[in-house]
């Protein structure tokens, strides 16, 4: 059945009692999944457990990361020093690894053996190896090549006390892998890039960033199979850094790369060695439930956040936490991107101080949240001027035929807010059927044209069962020049079609939104609130009449998060909500005439809105037949 709302059914769960006692702290708050597999990860040292991790900006992955690798990189038993050494002129660069801080006393020795020293049976003694013997059998004369007695020590770990973790902001080919110096012998012109440097450790970088580039991602997998036969077998070729050919590290360099989901299943779908490569992909969710913990929880990072700040009071922390449930569009849940509210913290601090109180308070939150809203309603108030003089043609009283009143999101950089959108439709006797006008322009993404076809499935369900459906029908968006997507306005497009239809008038002062399925069942949409407060403060310009309100899908209802004056006007009767599950629910609120259900025999009621629509459907097959 159709339901209003109340006010009282809009309200958050109440936060924790007091924010006074929690302590100030980083922890990632809500990611319990995400970090388990985050640690499983890191903790496998096997070649291709490199790790993808995806997520929104602000959720706190890179504080994640490092965190947990804080936790494991004091284990510093996987080290080993490396250097380049002379060989005999060949672009074929060798390699000698050594233990833990020895290639520095190793570059010391082959320096006394090459002044004399030290003897080469004593050399041989202190390092009895076969790849170190093999190298110092083949020098010449120390005075014929001194070079050759240098080595270019490329990671020396003597000092080291943690695993290596470096975070490559700006990935290239030499910041990455290297370069050679041109004049220097060759073993001695190789400068490693963070690559190599983080060999045995971990090497983080943007998604975006490194996939971006293909020539840059298809060297690193080119890397990544060095090193996985590296670690092997020694007789690996190097990779080319201009003449050079140096040897590649047989440490594992484990990479992290931060990024989209989105990405992610790019590669996924694009890359089919992607998967081979990144067995490891924890995904940081951008929502989380509004249990005591993690409001706890987001209270203690934006402490730690604000530290620098005047103290915030509990009414402060209450309006923050209210702001985090309106960014996940749910009052039972919290936003994860808690940078976003130390942004909010930041400005109420900046206003709180600006009037001269010794605290932040509620007030100092709504303020700075409003002032947000006033530096981004420059486009909505131009939009409103426009209907207030009547240059955007829209009626917000009254019923017309085959119009309604639908409702956007305009996106602005960071910003977004909702207003009324004119969607009309016209009806003829044809056979081209739905024909969307916005796609036929150009404008129309595919999930909007998806949704319109949708409406073909859902008239031939409902209505066209012992006929043909046949008919022309154009769907437009009136006055509107950006491109529209998403299925949202589905369900607006559907009652002005019907409205054509069956030639009943839709009332005007009542928007709608909503998607719909071919069975006439409605699913929730997103940016719920602002298509909301669009609505209403297109109506407020004109003067609120009472009557007017806005028809979302039921789901919707615990994503209502609204401004308390849209709370006040519908306590004062002066603005509506209603809540339906399906089409037929809203029929009779917009048109005042029963919807109908089929009786036994398969007939609607002879006056219901949905038996004027079948014949009107089937007036139209008919004449189509006629004329043809």
Known sequence: MLRELRTEELQLTQPVSSFSSIESGTDIVGQERAISLLRLGLSIDRVGYNIY???????????????????????????????????????????????????????????????????EGE????????????????????????????????????????RPAIIETHPSHQ?????????????????????????????????????????????????????????????????????????????LTKIILIGTESTYSRLIEKDDKFIRYFRIAPEFDYTMPRTEENMKGTG?????????????????????????????????????????????????????????????????????????????????????????????????????????NGLAVMDRGVSSFGTPAVISATVAPGSEGIVNIEHEAGLSGGIHDKGLLILEGYLRHRYARNFPLSLYAGICFEQSYAEVDGDSASLGELYALL????????????????????????????????????????????????????????????SLILPRSIEKAMDAGRFHIWAISDVDEGVELLTGIRSGQRDRKGTFPPVSFNRRVEDGLRNLWRSGQEKG
């Not at 073993?187 to 450790?201: D, I, T």
């Not at 001269?356 to 409103?384: C, F, P, Q, Y």
């Not at 909301?532 to 309100?549: D, E, H, K």
């Open 123 to 162: 050399i041989k003694e202190r390092w009895p190896r076969e790849d170190i013997i093999s190298f110092i059998s083949s020098l010449p004369p120390y005075k014929a090549i001194p070079d050759a007695y240098r080595l270019n020590i490329i990671l020396d770990h003597g000092a080291s006390e943690r």
């Open 300 to 404: 203690s990072f934006l402490k730690a956040a604000g530290k620098d700040f005047l103290e915030a009071d509990d009414s402060a922390f209450r309006e923050i936490l209210r702001y985090s449930s309106w960014l996940a569009e749910d009052r039972e849940k919290l936003t994860t991107e808690l940078s976003l509210l130390g942004d909010l913290l930041e400005e109420a601090n900046g206003i709180a101080a600006s009037s001269g109180k010794t605290k932040i308070d509620g007030e100092a939150v709504e303020k700075a949240l409003h002032r947000r809203d006033w530096h981004a309603s420059l486009s909505e108030e131009s939009i409103n001027s426009e209907i207030r003089r009547g240059e955007m043609v829209i009626d917000l009283s009254g019923s017309k035929v085959g119009i309604v």
């Open 499 to 558: 409205s054509a239809i069956a030639e009943i008038p839709i009332r005007q002062d009542i928007a709608v939104t909503g998607s719909v399925s071919q069975m006439g069942a409605l699913q929730p949409v997103g940016g719920i609130n602002e298509k909301i407060q669009g609505f209403f403060n297109a109506c407020s310009v004109s003067g609120l009449t009472g009557t007017q309100g806005v028809m979302i899908p039921r789901q919707n209802i615990s």
């Open 175 to 251: 910041s990455l892998f290297g370069s050679a110096e041109s004049g220097a012998s060759a073993h001695l012109s190789v400068r490693p890039g963070s690559y190599q440097a983080a060999a045995g450790g971990f090497l983080i970088m943007d998604a975006e960033e490194i996939t971006g580039d293909e020539t840059l991602w298809k060297t690193l997998k080119r890397y990544l199979e060095m090193t996985q036969r590296a670690i092997s077998s020694t007789a690996v070729p190097g990779e080319m850094i201009s003449s050079v050919r140096p040897s590649p590290i047989p440490l």
């Open 53 to 119: 991790l995806s997520g929104d900006d602000g959720s706190g992955r890179l504080t994640a990361v490092m965190k947990e690798i804080a936790k494991i990189e004091k284990d510093t038993s996987v080290l080993r020093d490396a250097a380049y050494v002379w060989s005999g002129g060949s672009s074929r660069i060798k390699l000698l690894m050594f233990p833990k801080g020895k290639a520095a006393l190793f570059q010391s020795d082959l320096s006394d053996y090459g002044t004399g020293k030290l003897s």
